[in-house]
């Protein structure tokens, strides 16, 4: 099957990956390369969309591609910072605008007689968000689409499939943003809505075959999803030449080390289960800094790991459930048009001494997508909607020093939460939930007696990415019933509060 890729050209804007996954959501398939560094295979890019920008074209930082292999050559959509651009480094006139121009507009003075706006009506909303504005197009332009703000809302270039949009088709405010991009891709641009969960399957099994041949790879499972799909992927490879190792670490959920196990092998998965509990906990006794509790946790991981990957004989590969996001070369917006990698917010690396290669089945994808591509490889439905949870586990959730007590009143705190959430069916409107043990003692009373036991916080929040998040309003019932609980059957605690804090200026976990 011919891969018809479409290339996203990053000019730092908050929507870029928005854009991608809009694309993604036609069955196309796209990648985001930096707008100052095109990709080797140019050649296999059917059509370019250049992204909005944070930088105005009419300051010394406008950021300057190189279209000369792309123009007049592949189909071109320009949003916003990309339309700007066309007319003002050709014979336009892109100025600062009088009004300001963000939010709701609705479209006006369509050229329905274009492809470009098939399916879509006068009166369409799109999405603003722009403070310059193009008041003069180019010689060579013809105007498409006018907002009451904005004359020039869209336009296109005569002679070339190039089309430029002042307004964001990829935000969800834009309600036919989706028709507009399928215009663009399909109809305009030829291009095949031919990727899907299952094609991804089999392409990336084809490419596993071929790269690991009989190579044996060693794979760290978590729990979570990203390593688990990677897992079944390469399973599905490679066979029992994937060896998955899951390391308990003594900071997972109540029972969640045997549960899984147990999972993983109903999958068929050559797993190792590795209990190093006692090893984490005595390389974290008496650390009470938050940084020093991860990098102690990192630290462990490594030597467990590398001792159980070592035991395999002839072991060539690592295998990692990055995804997309974490390997996006974001163009920073603040630091002028430098590039940056987004840093892993992981459990530390590996380290170079195991000389291993590395293998990411997952790196192209984004996280709903490896939830899509989970389901259509059968992988069970609960196990894919589990909640994020963090490599340092509960250690981060315990405030201050850990022992075992401590992170067994934890998991039994944390377990009767879950489970309260699944119960209610309240578990998946929720991003990620989890209980905090408060280095507090407080006052109670139960029976005639005074207690003086541990306060415990609970922290529900909704969110897409963990970057930023808000608490989530959890019924009151249900948050008293949970209180109840907790108090009458964990022993050692008194105290039950809710944390109201959005992420920011707080942050998801505690520590
Ligand atoms: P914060 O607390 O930064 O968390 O708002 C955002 C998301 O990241 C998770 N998290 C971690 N995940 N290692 C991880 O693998 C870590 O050290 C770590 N710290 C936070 C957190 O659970 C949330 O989903």
């Not at 609705?106 to 329905?112: D, H, R």
């Not at 315990?398 to 009143?409: F, H, N, Q, S, T």
């Not at 609970?458 to 609980?485: C, H």
Request: aromatic share 8%; proline share 4%.
């Amino acid at each position: 099957m011919q891969q018809h890729n479409v290339l996203i050209l990053d000019f730092g804007s908050q929507y870029t990956q928005l854009i991608a996954r809009r694309v993604r959501e036609l069955n196309i398939y796209c990648e985001i390369h930096p707008y100052n560094k095109l990709p080797e295979n140019l050649d296999s890019f059917k059509a370019v969309i250049l992204s909005g920008s944070p930088v105005s074209v009419k300051s010394d930082d406008a950021l300057h591609p190189d279209l000369s292999n792309i123009r007049g050559i592949k189909p071109i959509l320009a949003v916003c910072y990309g339309a700007q651009y066309l007319a003002h480094f050709s014979d336009g006139l892109v100025a600062s605008s009088n009004t300001r121009e963000y939010g709701r507009a609705n479209l006006s003075y369509i050229k329905e007689s274009e492809i470009f706006f098939a399916n879509i009506s006068e009166g369409s909303q799109v999405w603003m968000s722009h403070s310059d504005t193009i008041k003069e197009l180019p010689k060579n332009a013809v105007l498409l689409a006018s907002t009451n703000d904005v004359k020039n809302a869209a336009y296109k270039i005569k002679g070339e499939t190039t089309f430029a949009i002042q307004f964001h088709p990829e935000v969800y405010h834009s309600t036919d943003g989706k028709q507009l991009l399928e215009n663009f891709l399909v109809s305009i641009a030829g291009i095949e809505q031919n990727w899907t969960p299952d094609s991804f399957v089999d392409e990336t099994v084809t490419k596993l075959k071929a790269k690991l041949k009989d190579d044996k790879v060693v794979l760290g499972l978590s729990g979570g999803v990203d390593s688990t799909v990677a897992a079944v992927l390469l399973h599905k490879a490679i066979g029992n030449n994937l060896h998955c190792i899951f390391v308990n670490n003594g900071l997972l959920r109540k029972n969640e080390f045997t549960d899984v196990l147990k999972q993983y092998e109903g999958m068929g998965l050559n797993v190792k289960g590795v209990d190093a509990s006692a090893r984490f906990l005595n390389e974290l006794a008496g650390l009470k800094d938050p940084e020093a509790k991860r990098k102690a946790i990192g630290k462990v991981f490594i030597d467990v790991f590398d001792d159980e990957a070592t035991k395999i004989e002839n072991a060539k590969w690592l295998a990692q459930g990055t995804i997309y996001p974490d390997v996006i070369e974001s163009v920073s917006a603040t630091g002028g048009p430098s590039a940056t990698i987004k840093s892993h917010h992981n459990v530390g690396g590996l380290p170079d001494f195991m000389k291993l290669k590395v293998v990411e089945p997952l790196r192209m994808i984004f996280k709903d997508e490896v939830r899509r591509v989970g389901a259509s490889m059968g992988i069970d439905k609960d196990l894919l909607g589990r909640h994020p949870f963090p490599g340092p586990g509960l250690a981060i959730r315990i405030l201050g020093d850990i022992d075992a007590e401590k992170v067994r009143i934890l998991q039994e705190v944390d377990a009767i939460f879950i489970n309260g959430l699944k119960e209610n069916n309240l578990y998946n409107k929720v991003w990620q939930a989890g209980a905090i043990l408060l280095p507090v003692n407080s006052v109670g009373v139960m029976g005639d007696e005074r207690t003086y036991e541990k306060v415990v916080a609970l922290r529900a929040v909704e969110s897409t990415d963990g970057m930023t998040a808000d608490w989530v309003n959890l019924p009151y019932e249900f948050l008293q019933k949970i209180s109840n609980q907790i108090i009458n059957n964990v022993k050692g605690v008194n105290r039950v509060v809710y944390d109201i804090s959005s992420k920011p200026p707080a942050t998801i976990e505690w520590e």
